[in-house]
Nanobody, 116 residues
Framework: QVQLVESGGGLVRPGGSLTLSCAAS????????MGWFRQAPGRQRELVAA???????NYADSVKGRFTISRDNAKNTVYLQMNSLKPEDTAVYYC??????????WGQGTQVTVSS
């Protein structure tokens, strides 16, 4: 069972930046596509960015050009650099493998609040 631990959230003003980290246990991390998801109050969890084991990336239209996903397979860690943050980016952010949602548990997430 892979354990996922997210960190790096906080309160930031509109236009600010944050970098989130997700540490995963287990030696098989490198072969999976990993993603960052977010869930705002009253809304469904959505996938905002994904990265394959080889480093190919994909983004939701709402964050394209502002967020950058990356990974360090040697450290079993995936990152989300978030720039030009907007109030609508406020949510709890989670990482997981989009192809393993039926078997990998969700971590506790990290709260990101964008407010002046």
């Amino acid at each position: 069972q892979v354990q996922l631990v997210e960190s790096g959230g906080g309160l930031v003003r509109p236009g600010g930046s944050l970098t989130l980290s997700c540490a995963a246990s287990g030696s098989i991390f490198a072969i999976y596509t990993m993603g960052w998801f977010r869930q705002a109050p009253g809304r469904q969890r959505e996938l905002v960015a994904a990265i394959t084991g080889g480093g190919s990336t994909n983004y939701a239209d709402s964050v394209k050009g502002r967020f950058t996903i990356s990974r360090d397979n040697a450290k079993n860690t995936v990152y989300l650099q978030m720039n030009s943050l907007k109030p609508e980016d406020t949510a709890v952010y989670y990482c997981n493998a989009p192809g393993k949602l039926a078997s990998w548990s969700w971590g506790q997430g990290t709260q990101v609040t964008v407010s002046s």
